[in-house]
């Protein structure tokens, strides 16, 4: 095995999956490379769930040439028909000599049996080039297709002494143009994006993308227990996306049928006054909804961790002091007794974002420290 060509190549089928991200709705995003003699022969990028994956379309353009070639692939090929036919008996048809795997499918219909069939065939099948970078692009896909809970990514802007807006409300922009057209990016990476009714009321949001480059619009998912949501709001008459509201068993079932007429979605999670989160997670995951951005206020934003919901954080901080204790806070939740408790993130990761600082972990609940 030659580490250095096999980590070269690997990581040319990294890229091309990256720039998938977004695109394949619950399907995991993968890349792969056809080699052989030094040559690249064919490349191929998984676009869009229910067509052909990137071990397909990189084959059809090695054609012929692919027998006794190398195939470099971000994740184990898939060995049972689901809405395309499995990879590796395209793969075997193709008579390549070797395959280089990334890593090993979590999906509990794979996990191993792609790699196995390989080898049974008689393919050299090498396991675990550049690895690491292949489980975090997939971490959305990792989570969903071992639970069917969708991941969360929370993001949120705060000024330096963590507020989300001035005492009055006003909030824009709390950041600068390029931490803005990020969020648009993320955006455009998640399947869902995820606010609560106080937003709604507050700024009468779109909750679409608006990036540089033409992006996919995300789901619409209105956190609302009572549906105070007006029939006027653009979320609910833009039609720009599907709209999706979460209301417990105190919303006003007049105003459901009222907001389904309007072709939103409501659905009604839990038996008390205000929405059963982890219920609502579960419902969501049941809709093939895998990754959501959440994007709301302070205590949307402390309730989703109380509930250890949040998989992810991404906190852009602005060079500012807005003051003011009545202001909106990050996180409004009751807090730990001790210091020792607070809620710790690994990982981290901080870049600036322009003029402002981006912050990124992922949180260490006490039920995984």
């Not at 619409?220 to 007006?230: F, G, Y």
Request: proline content about 4%.
């Amino acid at each position: 095995m030659d580490i250095i060509n096999d980590e070269y190549y690997m990581s040319l089928a990294l890229d091309l999956a990256a720039k998938a991200k977004g695109q394949t709705n619950i399907n995991p995003i993968v890349g792969c490379v056809v080699v052989k003699d030094g040559r690249l022969i064919g490349v191929g990028t998984h676009l869009k769930r229910g067509t052909g994956h990137a071990e397909v379309h990189a084959l059809q353009m090695a054609a012929d040439e692919a027998a006794g070639a190398t195939v470099y692939v971000t994740l184990e090929p898939c060995s049972h028909f689901g809405i395309t036919p499995p990879c590796c008996d395209r793969i075997i048809a193709a008579k390549a000599a070797r395959v280089v795997v990334a890593a090993v499918d979590p999906n509990p219909q794979v996990a191993g049996r792609g790699i196995a069939k390989l080898r049974e065939a008689g393919i050299q099948v090498d396991v675990g080039v550049l690895e690491q970078q292949s489980t975090v692009m997939n971490e959305v896909f990792n989570k969903y297709i071992t639970t069917r809970l969708p991941f969360i990514t929370l993001k949120t802007a705060s000024t330096l002494d963590g507020k989300i807006a001035a005492h009055t409300g006003d909030s824009k922009w709390i950041t600068g143009p390029v931490a803005r057209e990020q969020v648009h990016t993320l955006r455009h990476q998640h399947q869902a994006i995820m606010v609560g009714i106080s937003t709604v009321l507050a700024d009468d949001p779109q909750l679409n993308t608006r990036a540089a480059v033409p992006a996919i619009d995300p789901i619409r998912i209105i956190v609302d227990s009572k549906l105070r949501i007006p029939l006027d709001a653009r979320v609910v008459k833009d039609g720009g996306a599907r709209t999706i509201v979460l209301a417990s068993a105190a919303a006003d079932l007049r105003k459901k049928e009222q907001l389904e007429a309007a072709g939103v979605e409501v659905h009604l999670c839990g038996n008390e006054d205000k929405v059963d989160l982890k219920q609502a997670m579960t419902l969501l995951g049941q809709l093939d909804i895998g990754s959501i951005l959440l994007e709301g206020g302070g205590r949307l934003n402390g309730a989703m961790l109380e509930a250890e919901l949040v998989d992810k954080i991404v906190l852009y901080i602005a060079p500012k002091i807005i003051g003011g204790p009545e202001a909106p806070g990050t996180f409004t939740f009751r807090g730990f007794d001790r210091m020792a408790d607070a809620l710790e993130l690994r990982d981290l990761q901080v870049e600036m974002a322009g003029s402002d600082i981006c912050v990124t972990g992922y949180p260490m609940y006490t039920s995984n420290k």
